[in-house]
């Protein structure tokens, strides 16, 4: 196992945490001199909070931590292409690497909408390292979504 996979099943945890509570089950952890300083997951609908990701409820506690909004030397992984509000706070707390998991068509903003997190305007660029476990990161989310279609189907063919 690599040292990005040990990471990324860290993340994956975290993802579980967030499916366990009926969340869109998105993991993250940040590492910082090759130890996990900040853990988060998913918690948008339980908070009621658009702000409520996985990787800003990292940043926020990482940043506790090393007690500095800098998060120079650490790297995130996240089980899901950061979203632009995600890849924004990623490149605004300097961090210097993200390692994900699989990538969003939908929303995501390190190279498959827009790619934030190394554009070449900013003052910080982001090193990049995509597909760390994908199938497993895929098939989680998948699984969840299938889930919860099926149980809308339930519930309106029950009404």
């Not at 996979?5 to 945490?17: F, G, I, P, S, V």
């Not at 998060?71 to 490149?91: K, R, S």
């Not at 995501?108 to 994908?134: D, M, P, Y």
Request: glycine residues 8%; positive net charge.
């Amino acid at each position: 196992m690599t040292e990005d996979e040990k990471y990324m099943r860290a993340a994956l945890t975290q993802a579980k945490k967030a499916a366990a509570i009926g969340e869109v089950p998105i993991g993250c952890v940040i590492v910082y001199e090759g130890k996990i300083i900040a853990r988060g997951y998913n918690r948008r609908n339980t908070e009621k909070n658009t702000l409520a990701h996985a990787e800003i409820t990292a940043i926020r506690k990482a940043s506790k931590k090393i007690g500095d909004w800098r998060l120079e030397g650490c790297t995130l992984y996240v089980t899901l292409e950061p979203c632009p509000m995600c890849a924004g706070a990623i490149v605004q707390a300097r961090i210097d690497r993200v390692v994900i998991g699989c990538m969003n068509g939908k929303a995501g903003c390190a190279g498959s909408i827009l790619n934030i997190l190394e554009e070449k305007r900013f003052n910080h660029q982001v090193e990049t390292t995509r597909g760390v476990l994908e199938s497993t990161c895929s098939q989680m989310l998948s699984s969840f979504f299938k889930e919860l279609r099926r149980q809308k189907k339930e519930a309106k063919s029950c009404t």
